[in-house]
């Protein structure tokens, strides 16, 4: 279980939204970890990441057999990489058009 609270529509929200999410973790017994993002707060299990999540996904039906992608300019263990949300459109409208 994973929830990700955004905030960029409401950046005066950030004080209380991190608060509340520093609390709900507390409350876990230390099941659940905060991880802040660029204008998110995220609430996930602890010992797990979006890799983790990922390479989950990827051992089960109908997943397997399927392939990670990131997007953006960090590290990454993805399959596959695109530099920006244009080369996702672009290779999209390719997959849709064979």
Known sequence: MTIA????????AGPALESLAE??????????AVQGGKMVFEL?????DKG???????DEAPFRGGMSVK??????EANAYLPDID???AWLERLTAQ
């Open 44 to 48: 996930r299990p602890v010992g797990k």
């Open 23 to 32: 609390r709900l973790a507390a409350e876990s017994g230390a099941a659940l």
């Open 87 to 89: 080369a996702v459109n």
């Open 5 to 12: 609270a955004h905030y960029r529509l409401a950046p005066a």
């Open 52 to 58: 983790t999540v990922i390479a989950e996904f990827l």
């Open 71 to 76: 997007v953006g300019a960090k590290p990454t």
